[in-house]
């Protein structure tokens, strides 16, 4: 929780519940439930979801999320946060 605040991931993603409202990306109340990441990309899981998050351009080229500059510790972190949501 702390981690997707502090890399300010709420400035684009909405999560219920939270003071996350972000519209211009999807909302992530549900994403460890999705079968897929991106669109239908790629499928949904810890290592796809942690390569969508360090570099979005390498997994779909045009999307609009940036690339983030996370430590591993907060890299898995934010993970196991969004891994939760459901």
């Not at 605040?5 to 400035?11: L, Q, R, S, V």
């Not at 990441?37 to 390569?51: D, K």
Request: proline residues 7%; glycine residues 8%.
């Amino acid at each position: 929780y702390e981690v997707f605040f502090e890399a300010g991931c709420e400035t684009c993603h909405a999560i219920d519940g939270t003071p996350a409202v972000g519209t211009a990306g999807p909302a992530l109340t549900d994403i460890s439930s999705r079968l897929t990441l991106g669109s239908g990309t790629i499928y949904n899981s810890r290592t796809n979801l942690a390569n969508w998050i360090v570099n979005p351009q390498a997994v779909k080229p045009g999307n609009l999320m940036p690339n983030t500059h996370l430590s591993p510790e907060d890299l898995e972190a934010l993970i196991d946060y969004l891994d939760r949501l459901r």
